[in-house]
């Protein structure tokens, strides 16, 4: 086997690994591995597009109004659902308080979300008392939608769980961990018959700092076997992730590994700049980095990114994909603002990891 000798982004030392040639990658040759998705919202790249990912020419596809009371609806999850698409989304009140609000969609871009945050049942009385409410993620997982937010719990945020088959009807299980955490992320299937969820444990208020950690459960309640999977980049080798990362869409599955879509943060003389990379993780021991982006793959560069109730962030929480065409959208947070849907393929995401 061919020695190759690299500079790792995960490990920020030069290493030897070998690589068996027939598992290296060529372009056009990355199979999602997953369901078929012909109705996903799609745009092809303009001719003068050199990104991995491009947006859609009508963002952003949710408005700050878009409910009755919401003063921004941003960081949000959607999945396909019946002939169409539902989701959580995270709408801010008028009032600024945090909450997760579910919503349905023909057609993935015009999205009717309810005016009445979600109702959680069964939870037991101390998890269910709520303080706030955000940054929801959605994951189809042994039949019904799991979702996972930040889960204000006696003042401190935490990971909250629930789950729903119809969007209507949610139920809410224990946090998943102890304070300080964020940014859980559950896998879309068991590995080897265990339950696997990123997260990025933190502090309170405005973390200055950041890692994305993997938990195994054997029954979704109890969390443990806890492992690093990736953490910042210092110096300027990628600076764009030189503060803090959080795992943003659930992993998708390829036949290559998994991959991860996530958020970087570098702090700035004027405030924490968000972008978005993407990682390949070993599909069996999914804490196992095999690939990462050194260059962002979407950075806050248009108007309602770069301006709004928190400038300078685009925060992805969610991805739809089609198997048959590799295509991938993306929906992502604009300025702690409003919601915006980008384009990219798992090639194209492939080709451009280090
Ligand atoms: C993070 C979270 C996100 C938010 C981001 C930028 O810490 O609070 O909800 O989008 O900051 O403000």
Redesign the pocket.
Known sequence: MPTIRAFSLTNLFVLEFEIPLSGMMEVGMTKIIGRELPNIPWEEPGDACDMPVWRYSGNPIIERFATRNSNSV??SAVVPFEDGFAGVF?CDSRSISMDIFAGFSKDGIHWKISDEPIALQGANAEIAEREFR??PRVCFLDGKYYVTW?NGYRGYPTIGVGYTFDFRNFYQLENAFLPFN?NGVLFPRQIRGKYYMLSRPSDNG??PFGDIFLSESPDMQYWGRHRMVMGTIKGDTSAWQSTKIGAGCVPIETEDGWLLIYHGVINTCNG?V?RMGCALLDLEEPWKVKKRTRNYILAPHELYECVGD?PN?V?PCAALTDAATGRIAIYY?CA?TVTGLAFTTADRLMAYME
């Open positions: 941003f960081n995270r955000y940054d930040c964020r405005h973390t924490f968000y928190v962030v925060f947070g702690d």
